[in-house]
């Protein structure tokens, strides 16, 4: 009999749920704040229940990766964190001046915190500081250090509990989590390439950019997270899995690139049926991998398994689709060439898959086995922390800006005699980022989300809930809250601020004041953070594109110059050609985000935006041609052809003059105007068909990519040509 389909349906969204962290977030962080809260209703909590609960709820929240022993010692010194900034606000509550310095020295370790880690630095800083505003505004003083350190102690050991005893139950290996997580970012990247009708349109190249740049930095974490484990087979396993995501994604871009020369012609219309679902494939296949590789269960396995024969056979079909309709056209053999080359990974995907689970063979099986709950070192500490004494210039602005706010915010609440002052220094630390673009958008998430919840709260304060009606009612916006602040802030704001009102509201009677109070707090607290990254020390991120782009330009160049010798040799992509696609890559992603800050700066800090995004498109597209070329690097097959010799100096110096121009903001005209020239008329007669068979079909496309390279080089040249006059004026790329 077929399962109920409603049931069905849970179970799919269920699977679906399981590979995020979201939805174990949400839980983590409803039973961290909700279990002190009931304990202390109930009166068996001796200790502050405020401390308990925030630093169980903010411990239980950490998405935490790695190895167990990394995982433990980084949580323990969270915990530890949490205590020190109870102890501290406590000690300095009574005297102004003590106050002051605390404040200063919690917001030094906020910026210490962001520098020693890029995942877990900011929250770490801004849920810390919460603890100790609310210490610092607690009464008791001194006296009261003691207490308020054992229950953030003891929140704190109750938030790392829930994350180890979610350890054995969920599984989340946490090796097998980060390959999951690169077959997961290889899913939305195929989902993202998926074609329509209309072609390559806008809107779809901008999903596939952000989808190749979140590719890019999971892929990069993954390596580092796997080189950070103890040497095993097992380790040896899951990276061959990896690097097949990676290989599978090469090829996908590389198709993709193929495509574009196809969406301009009449028939590609025609291909859009078949080409859908071998991409719908290609999503389903990579989250069915992602799922069965964290899981281990054998159904997955199986289903996983199943998905790859029916990819092969699809692109089987499409192969035999495009060969009729594109009988002659290079564009079109060059597509079949890399549908092949995707189907000859299947059996690669399937042995390394199966590889990393064990029980494969049988019927119905579950391990809750955690294999390296032993290797309690702090080894992989170098791979999760940044250890360097070099500090980013724009942090430490940032820590200046942030330490002069809340001292100034505790100044007005210490003043004040605010009930809830502590509200503005917070809303500060939680709006305020180290660029101007993030700060405005945090602000306007912070004050939309407050307003919107202000509005439902005050409703609220008219029903006065029951107490079992308002302990749910906190935590399902406990839930909610946990679950959405990485998707969408402004909404996990709404929640947390009816969570707020809920929460007073069991401890006494609320007024409409008290939302009020909230409200205004906020609002002051994000134009403060708003002026402060405008006017005091402020980043643009104009100034930190110029050498991102030159170090992207000079990835490209050194791209280049390898497949180069590969294919007048004869060689093979091998891992120094790997390496270096993989460094232009990073390179394009590192481009792209300082590009999306910069849209974010005031429009007098945007000049020379365009020819900005003109640069880095360009670059990106010539990084995606010479990722084809490396498709068609084949050993003992060299490619002696009299144009690659010229153009391959060519470029890599028309690439160094644009990465010095962009550098100095200075560019040579004469210099680039010649290179442009050179590769404009630079002549690429095309092999043909039957030239030095079997490889003649391989020369097309190496020519192919080769010419569309130079062209995209030489348009980047012009562009800077055409800025040449604003940037000399300072306006484009400042010195």
């Known amino acids: 009999m077929p399962p109920f389909r409603p049931f069905l349906a849970l179970r799919r969204l269920f699977e679906h749920e399981s590979l995020k962290p979201d939805l174990s977030r949400g839980v983590r962080a409803t039973m961290g704040f909700m279990v002190p809260m009931l304990l202390a209703a109930r009166g068996w909590l001796p200790i502050e229940v405020s401390f308990v609960a925030l630093a169980a709820q903010n411990i239980a929240m950490v998405d935490v990766r790695g190895a167990y022993g990394l995982r433990l010692t980084l949580l323990l010194a969270m915990t530890a964190v949490f205590a020190g900034n109870a102890a501290l606000g406590a000690l300095a509550s009574e005297n102004l001046a003590g106050a002051l310095v605390a404040t200063a020295l919690v917001a030094a370790c906020g910026g210490l915190w962001r520098h020693l880690s890029s995942d877990y630095g900011m929250s770490l800083a801004i849920s810390s500081t919460l603890v100790f505003l609310i210490a610092l505004n607690t009464s008791g003083g001194p006296a009261a250090a003691g207490s308020h350190t054992w229950a953030a102690v003891v929140g704190g050991l109750w938030g790392v509990a829930l994350q180890v005893a979610n350890w ?90 193929a495509l574009e020369t196809l969406m301009s012609e009449p028939p ?22 992602a799922l069965a590789v964290v899981s281990r269960q054998p159904a997955h396995w199986a289903t996983a398994e199943l998905r790859l024969h029916r990819l092969t056979n699809l692109l089987r079909v499409l192969r035999v689709r495009v060969m009729v309709q594109s009988p002659e056209g290079a564009a079109g053999a060059q597509l079949v060439e890399i549908l092949r080359q995707i189907e000859q990974l299947r059996p690669e995907i399937r042995e390394t898959l199966r590889a990393t ?53 505790v100044v007005v609440f210490k003043l004040a005699d605010l009930p809830h002052g502590y509200w503005l220094p917070f809303t500060i630390i939680v709006v305020m980022q180290p660029d101007y673009g993030s700060t405005r958008q945090r602000a306007a998430q912070r004050v939309l989300g407050t307003l919107g919840g202000s509005l439902i709260a005050s409703a609220l304060l008219w029903l006065h809930l029951p ?82 782009l030159a170090a992207a330009l000079r990835a490209n160049r050194t791209l280049l110059r390898v497949l180069a010798a590969r294919l007048t040799s004869g060689g093979s992509y091998d891992p120094a050609a790997v390496a270096a696609k993989r460094a232009a890559e990073t390179a394009n992603s590192t481009v792209f985000s300082s590009l999306q800050r910069m849209t974010g700066d005031p429009k007098a800090q945007q000049a020379g935006l365009e020819h900005a995004a003109s640069l880095a498109n360009g670059n990106q597209r010539l990084t995606r041609a010479l990722t084809v070329i490396a498709l068609h690097l084949t050993p003992g097959e060299p490619l002696a052809r009299r144009e690659l010799d ?90």
Not at 393 to 405: F, S
Not at 691 to 718: C, F, I, K, N, Y
């Open 357 to 409: 689970i064990d029980r494969a063979n049988e019927r119905s099986a579950f391990s809750l086995e955690l294999f390296d709950l032993h290797t309690l070192t702090l080894r992989p500490l170098a791979s999760a922390l940044n250890l360097t004494w070099r500090v980013d210039p724009a942090l430490v602005r940032y820590t200046a800006r942030l330490a002069v706010l809340m001292i100034f915010g």
């Open 646 to 735: 010229a153009f391959v100096p060519l470029a890599t110096d028309a690439l160094e003059a644009l990465a010095h121009s962009v550098e100095r903001g200075e560019p040579a005209l004469a210099r680039l105007e010649m290179f442009s020239t050179a590769l404009e008329t630079l002549r690429w007669p095309v092999p043909a068909s039957g030239e030095s068979a079997p490889g003649g079909r391989r020369d097309q496309w190496v020519v192919a990519q080769l010419t569309r390279a130079a062209t995209e080089l030489a348009a980047m040249l012009l562009s800077t040509m055409e800025a040449a006059p604003a940037r000399n004026a300072d306006v484009a790329f400042p010195r």
């Open 467 to 548: 107490f079992a009606a308002l302990m749910l009612a906190m935590a399902t916006t406990v839930f909610i809250f946990g679950y959405f602040v990485r998707q969408n802030y402004a909404l996990a704001v709404f929640f947390v601020t009816l969570f707020i009102v809920l929460l007073t509201e069991a401890g006494g009677a609320v007024t409409i004041a008290f939302t009020v109070e909230r409200l205004v707090s906020t609002l002051a607290g994000g134009a403060l953070a708003l002026l402060a990254a405008m006017f005091f020390w402020p980043v643009w991120e104009r100034e930190r594109f110029p050498p991102l």
């Open 268 to 289: 590609f219309a025609s291909l859009v049926p078949a080409l859908q679902p071998m991409f719908t494939s290609l999503v389903n296949t990579s989250r069915t991998v």
């Open 168 to 257: 054995p139950f969920r599984p989340q290996h946490p090796l097998r989590r980060t390959v999951s997580d690169s077959w997961l970012a290889v899913s939305d990247l195929f989902d993202a390439m998926t074609p329509t009708e209309a072609g390559d349109d806008p809107a779809r190249q901008k999903r596939v950019h952000a989808a190749e740049a979140a590719l890019r930095i999971m892929l990069d974490k993954s390596n580092a997270t796997l080189a950070a484990a103890r040497p095993s087979v097992f380790r040896t396993q899951l990276e061959a899995l990896n690097l097949a995501a990676a290989k599978l994604s090469t090829r996908v871009v590389a198709l993709n690139t």
